[in-house]
T-cell receptor, first 117, second 111 residues
């Protein structure tokens, strides 16, 4: 039973390029969450998705960032026209339906380290 | 002032020592999470609690809702416990997963 799979583990992009980060939740988990960890800073919530729905995107920057969780396939965090300040570790987590509210907590992926050069 | 504060920021202990990491929060919460981030960067969820106490192996987490305070204890610490420990508050009324994270406590256990 594979855990939360994130790929790629490391991603290097030049300024102005697009970055696509993928997250496959644990089997049986229908809720996905994305978090960002900037260098020397704590984790910050970005977005919460269920299949085909964005539930809470209050932590997403207003421009250049988007997320989706299609009916089939992984969740994608997309960053357009990347800038140096986007360099960070991006983690996704997944949970069962209402699991995080009733005690199951979250399962985290290993993260994608994005470096913008 | 951050909504979730952890102390200490850094902690060095000798193998076998009893360790306590503290977390205070200023928001109303539905749950409090403790996470462990390994030196390689991966994150493991240790506990989620909304009241009382939970124990898993050598790890114990407690929470006092009235005082808005939680503690993570490690008994008989071992070098493999070296990691960053992060507490995160689930804001009451916030969406699932919308956590407010502390900055973490970096623990180093020496043999």
């Amino acid at each position: 039973n594979a855990g939360v799979m994130q790929n790629p583990r490391h991603l290097v992009r030049r300024r102005g390029q697009e970055a696509r980060l993928r997250c496959s939740p644990m089997k049986g988990h229908s809720h996905v969450y994305w978090y960002r960890q900037l260098p020397e800073e704590g984790l910050k919530f970005m977005v919460y998705l269920q299949k085909e729905n964005i539930i809470d995107e209050s932590g997403m920057p207003k421009e250049r960032f988007s997320a989706e969780f299609p009916k089939e396939g992984p969740s994608i965090l997309r960053i357009q026209q990347v800038v140096r300040g986007d360099s960070a570790a991006y983690f996704c987590a997944s949970s069962p339906s209402q699991g995080a509210l009733i005690g199951y907590g979250y399962t985290f992926g290993s993260g994608t380290r994005l470096t913008v050069v | 002032k951050n909504e979730v504060e952890q102390s200490p920021q850094n902690l060095t202990a000798q193998e076998g020592e009893f360790i306590t990491i503290n977390c205070s929060y200023s928001v109303g919460i539905s749950a409090l999470h403790w996470l462990q981030q390994h030196p390689g960067g991966g994150i493991v969820s240790l506990f989620m609690l909304s009241s009382g106490k939970k124990k898993h192996g050598r790890l114990i987490a407690t929470i006092n809702i009235q005082e808005k305070h939680s503690s993570l204890h490690i008994t008989a610490s071992h070098p493999r416990d070296s990691a960053v420990y992060i507490c995160a508050a689930a804001n009451y009324g916030g969406s699932q997963g919308n956590l407010i994270f502390g900055k973490g406590t970096k623990l180093s256990v020496k043999p």
